[in-house]
């Protein structure tokens, strides 16, 4: 089905207010975030770990999101996963990528036992954390492992992705299930756009892996930072919308990659370098995309088009999806 056709904007006639909204946004303190809970660790095996588990559970009110990535660190913690400090020979530090190393579901579930995140269950981070261990000790890293699928050839980072999930989900789930579900839980964690998903926490994840600046980390070398796509949300489509960066209305795949190749035309190199400001300008509540009051308080009003939202009356009882 082909786009709507929606007028857009000369691009780079946006690219100074962006770029200013990125240098506002472009430090460790400049909003609440899970970022700021992987940078704690310095270890990039840690970061990798820590990164994956973080962008996994990022789905929800960002203070719940908080807590649940807090208290998954904490039961990972406290179940074992440590390695030697280093201010001393018997001092101790957490280690997460120790402890996917070591973790064995028989062994570890119970210490997960009541860990909910609104609808992923214990049993799914068991899983998670069952996979990305197979991960490790088939491909040394995450990075290795979702190398074994790049495809260099690729527009976007889309097949990759795709090939990294279906490669996933075919790893042993037995071990943390026993009967494995027809749709378990843990497939929530390894969308694919083949499948038409955004695959926001996907390339949440990656972002952060790939990129690097005061925030991202920049940890990973054999993904090009060109290849991302940008994360799919409620916010980045408000404010990717209000832009015209987009002539989608429906969010998946599409609207990704098509906001994507809008901010290509910005940054070749660097597509989703304004992905962290644009996210949270909109969980600032500060764009009037159609609402009443549309760029008052907006950093990018003039070079945005808010809509005024009106209702039309109608007889027919609406629902809300």
């Known amino acids: 089905m082909r786009p709507p056709a929606v007028p857009t904007l000369p691009v780079v006639s946006i690219r100074p207010a962006l770029d200013r909204l990125y240098l506002e946004f472009n430090a460790p303190d400049s909003a609440v975030d899970p970022i700021h809970i992987v940078r704690r660790y310095s270890r990039p095996d840690d970061q ?21 990535i807090e208290r998954l660190l904490g039961i990972m913690g406290s179940a074992g996963g440590t390695q030697p400090g280093p201010t001393g020979p018997g001092l101790r530090r957490e280690s997460p990528a120790a402890f996917v190393r070591q973790f064995d579901p028989r062994r570890h579930a119970g210490a997960f036992e009541g860990f909910v995140h609104r609808w992923t269950r214990a049993v799914d981070v068991v899983a998670l954390l069952w996979v990305l261990r197979q991960m490790l000790d088939r491909s040394g890293s995450i990075e290795g492992f979702f190398a074994d699928g790049l495809d260099s050839q690729a527009a976007d980072i889309g097949p990759s992705i795709d090939s990294f999930s279906t490669r996933a989900m075919a790893l042993d789930l037995r071990a943390a299930y026993g009967r494995v579900p027809a749709r378990p839980g843990v497939g929530y964690f390894f969308p694919r756009p083949s499948t038409g998903s955004g695959c926001k926490r996907l390339n949440l994840f990656l972002r952060w892996m790939v990129r690097h600046d005061a925030l991202d980390l920049g940890i990973w070398s054999r993904v090009s930072a060109a290849k991302l796509v940008v994360p799919l949300d409620t916010h980045i489509i408000r404010v990717g919308r209000c832009l015209r960066l987009t002539r989608y209305t429906s969010p998946g795949w599409k609207m990704a990659q098509d906001i994507t190749a809008s901010l290509r035309r910005l940054n070749p190199e660097d597509p989703v370098k304004y992905d962290f400001s644009m996210c949270h300008l909109g969980m600032m509540d500060a764009c009037g995309f159609e609402r009443a009051k549309r760029d008052s308080q907006c950093p990018l009003r003039g070079v945005c088009r808010p809509r005024a939202h009106t209702r039309r009356r109608s007889r027919r009882p609406s629902v809300r999806p």
């Open 48 to 68: 990798e770990v820590v990164a994956f588990c973080a962008s996994a559970l990022a789905f929800g009110r960002v203070s719940s999101v908080m807590q649940s």
